[in-house]
């Protein structure tokens, strides 16, 4: 019975081995294992709010006029010390801005990252760049690439734009390139940046060729499958003692 046992025991650690690295290399000893390099700490980080202030100019009978004082408060608005929070950046209470700086999100917050040795870990589907050994992998299946399209930009008539100007501007030619269209878009024969906008109709998403990990059952589905894994896990420790069983026996 102790044989039994060992062997027992041994099957079970094998199936459950840990990756290695090869002493002296950056590769691992196991196949299906990849080799991570060692990492330093990266730090958190907090986020960064600060101010600005939207539109500096308007549409008025086809022609593009800057607010009243608007330049000088969006220049305050952008000098306003930054926070880690929207109620320290307080945008709405900087001075000599009337109360119109509204906040925006410059840099999200990020915990820290600790250091890590370098290690051998399991390969994920990710690994398996090539349709066929992507394939050859039991839980793994292999997408397609999917042609995505991308963004245009055109120019759009404000709703106070005059006839002949709203024609001129939405006569102009979408682009892919976005630093060509606000000029294009802004010029006086148009109406102006007020009057003859920028439009983004955005493209359709696309995807490299990949291999992904099989879409996961239902829930329902997945507690049926831990018991089946938990049960096959039995099956196999039973198996190896019945091997073993029948081996003394004879």
């Known amino acids: 019975m102790k044989l039994v046992a060992v062997v027992a025991a041994a099957a079970v650690s094998s199936a459950l081995a840990a990756c290695t690295i090869k002493t002296g290399t950056t590769t691992c000893v196991e196949a299906n294992c990849k080799y991570v390099q060692k990492a330093d700490e ?22 593009s006029e800057a607010i009243a004082g608007a330049s000088a408060r969006a220049l305050k608005c952008l000098r306003a ?19 119109k700086c509204q906040d925006r999100q410059e840099r ?16 994920t589907c990710s690994d398996y760049p090539k349709e066929a050994d992507c394939k050859a992998q039991s839980g793994c299946e292999f997408k397609a690439e999917v042609t995505g399209t991308v963004d245009t930009y055109k120019c759009k008539s404000h709703a106070n734009n005059v006839a002949a100007k709203k024609t001129l501007c939405e006569a102009v030619e979408a682009v892919t390139d976005r630093a060509k269209i606000p000029a294009a878009c802004g010029n006086a024969a148009n109406g102006g940046s007020a009057c003859c ?4 109709v955005k493209g359709t998403t696309g995807s490299p060729a990949m291999c992904v990990a099989k879409a996961s059952p239902t829930a329902t589905v997945k507690k049926a499958s831990a018991t089946t894994t938990v049960a096959n896990a039995g099956t196999a420790v039973l198996s190896a003692f019945a091997a073993v069983s029948a081996a003394l026996l004879m």
């Open 197 to 200: 906008l920028v439009e983004v």
């Open 108 to 123: 999200l917050a990020a915990a820290a990252i600790p250091a890590r040795d370098a290690k051998c870990v399991q390969k």
């Open 81 to 99: 010390t930054k926070a880690d929070t929207k109620a320290k950046a307080a945008c709405a209470n900087v001075p000599g801005t009337d109360g």
């Open 42 to 63: 990266v730090p958190a980080q907090k986020a960064i709010f600060g101010c600005f202030l939207s539109p500096i100019s308007e549409c008025k009978n086809g022609v």
